[in-house]
């Protein structure tokens, strides 16, 4: 069955995003070939899903026998060697079935778990809609995706209408890449909206909370760029009251971004905020 025109250009722009991002920002080039592999799976996975309709109580059976293997291949021939290591380890001692059923519940568990049951599990409820994603375990509140439970995984702005703003702040969901509306200064972890306890660091400045910091993106042997900021439009929006932050991503300042992928891939801000002592919401995909 043949699946929206919509649904594949969600597909077709991660691809070409992580192209332009890899000829740019040579630094994740490895992390973006890797995710670019798994695009293909998660992309087929998402098809799939979409033909097959899996009911949701069969939701883990069915992530674990279509998705999985295609996952676990990618990963194994292109991901971080360590992650090679600690998945072959987690495939002998766990089945994993539990370890995708474990990630629907919103238990705890290590990196590598979430990672594998995260990249099955994400493209088929996303595929599946709204009434899939209720079997998942989380408050559905303000702080957390309205479908899944999920806790968001970055925020972004789209262009608003006819391009005279910026559009409203919409925050996308780690699990189930559903979006909500939620309010401009104001903490995506603890709702904090006290400006004085809300900062923003970007390649252009500090606003707000400390002053005088700026994040050059050269840290960590970072080459430094010939043509200006390498994140004119990624911004870091941390929460002095709970300490977590998130990246923003400003879509209407650089119109070709896709935000799932340009958080991805924008590691040396992830490497500042957590220097100086925030950790996010929840670490992407990839482990930042
Ligand atoms: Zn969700
Ligand atoms: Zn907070």
Redesign the pocket.
């Known amino acids: 069955m043949p699946v929206a025109a919509t649904a594949s250009d969600v597909w077709t722009e991660r691809r070409r995003r992580v192209g332009e991002l890899r000829a740019r920002q040579g630094f994740a080039r490895q992390l973006l070939d890797f995710y670019g592999a798994l695009l293909a799976v998660q992309e087929r996975a998402f098809d799939d899903a979409a033909a097959n309709r899996p009911a949701a109580e069969d939701l883990a059976s069915y992530v674990t026998d279509i998705v999985v293997p295609s996952v676990l291949d990618v990963s194994l021939a292109l991901g971080p060697e360590r992650m090679r290591s600690e998945l072959i380890h987690r495939i002998e001692t766990e089945h994993p079935r539990a370890i995708v059923l474990r990630w629907i519940d919103g238990g705890e568990q290590p990196a590598v778990d979430r990672f594998l049951a995260r990249a099955a599990l994400g493209p088929v409820l996303e595929a599946l809609g709204a009434d899939a994603r209720r079997v998942c375990a989380g408050p559905r509140d303000e702080l957390h995706c309205p479908d899944c439970g999920g806790l968001p995984q970055l925020s972004y702005f789209d262009p608003g209408p006819e391009d005279l703003a910026t559009g409203p702040r919409r925050l996308l969901c780690s699990r189930c890449s559903a979006t909500w509306g939620f309010a401009r200064m104001t903490?995506?972890?603890?709702?904090?909206d006290r400006s004085a306890?809300?900062s923003i660091f970007s390649e252009h400045g500090t606003t707000s909370g400390e002053q005088g910091s700026v994040v050059r993106g050269l840290q960590r042997g970072v080459p430094p760029m010939d043509h200006g900021a390498i994140f004119p439009h990624v911004r870091i929006e941390a929460?002095?009251?709970?300490?977590?932050y998130l990246l923003s991503i400003d879509v209407a300042s650089d119109p070709k971004a896709v935000p799932v992928v340009d958080e991805l891939a924008a590691i040396p801000l992830d490497l500042y905020a957590r220097d100086r002592g925030f950790t996010k919401i929840t670490p992407n995909l990839m482990g930042f």
């Not at 903490?187 to 904090?192: F, H």
């Not at 929460?239 to 977590?244: P, T, V």
């Open positions: 903490c995506p972890g603890c709702g904090e306890k809300l929460c002095e009251s709970c300490r977590h």
